[in-house]
């Protein structure tokens, strides 16, 4: 484990209280009130009721262009007026891993068009993407986002647009967790 290995660790302390947790799809998680994110290697025991892991990791879809577009507009984590934030743990199906590379990035952005929809709600929500899958979590990924309450309509139509898409077919288990800072 290195330095970009984070814990989200759900108990009865931490920096974010819990709003909601909705079970989009497969098996739920346990209702907590807070959420607290630490370094993995600064954790020293604090496991709460669940501890979902993941690190962060190069870019695996986005083309240069995309990228650079993305590193153009995004905002930083941690900006004081973003008091909201989700963690949108997902499971992706084991035909989408069956798929080659080239496979998922069609239907990942030719077919659902995720990065060009998202890109539209940049800068006002401020994301980081989890890695889990290699190390024996139960999500695939760990998503994580950052928005000023006023910002909660766009947020709720962007998740609701990429649910709708070929992509989301190949979803197994997603949790929909809402936070506000404490
Ligand atoms: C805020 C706007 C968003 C932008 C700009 C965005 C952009 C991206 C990009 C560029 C990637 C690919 C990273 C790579 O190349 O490896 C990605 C991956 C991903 N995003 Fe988003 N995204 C956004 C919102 C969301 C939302 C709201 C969700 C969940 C509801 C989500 C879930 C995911 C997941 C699960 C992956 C990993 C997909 C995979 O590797 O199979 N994203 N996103």
Redesign the pocket.
């Known amino acids: 484990m290195t330095t970009n290995t984070f814990d989200f660790i759900g108990g009865d302390k931490g920096q974010w209280k819990v709003i909601s947790i909705n079970t989009v799809c497969g098996l739920p998680i346990e209702t907590v009130q807070y959420l607290d994110i630490l370094p993995h290697l600064t954790n020293t025991g604090n496991k709460g009721v669940w501890t979902l892991t993941g690190f962060t990791s190069n870019?695996?879809?986005?083309e240069k262009d995309?990228r650079e577009k993305?590193i153009a507009v995004q905002s930083d984590l941690g900006r004081p007026l973003a008091t909201y934030a989700a963690l949108?743990p997902?499971r992706?199906t084991e035909s989408?891993w069956t798929m080659a590379q080239d496979e998922?990035r069609k239907i990942?952005e030719a077919k659902s068009h995720?990065?060009e929809t998202?890109?539209k709600?940049?800068p006002a929500?401020a994301?980081r993407?989890y890695h889990c899958r290699d190390i024996g979590q139960p999500f695939?990924?760990l998503?994580w986002?950052e928005y000023a309450p006023e910002d909660s309509v766009k947020f709720e139509e962007?998740?609701k647009s990429?649910?709708e898409t070929e992509e989301w077919k190949y979803v197994d288990r997603e949790m929909d967790i809402r936070l506000i800072k404490s």
């Open positions: 870019v695996r879809y986005a995309e993305l949108i997902i992706k989408w998922r990942f995720h990065t998202g890109l709600y940049l929500i994301r993407l695939d990924f998503t986002f962007l998740v990429l649910r």
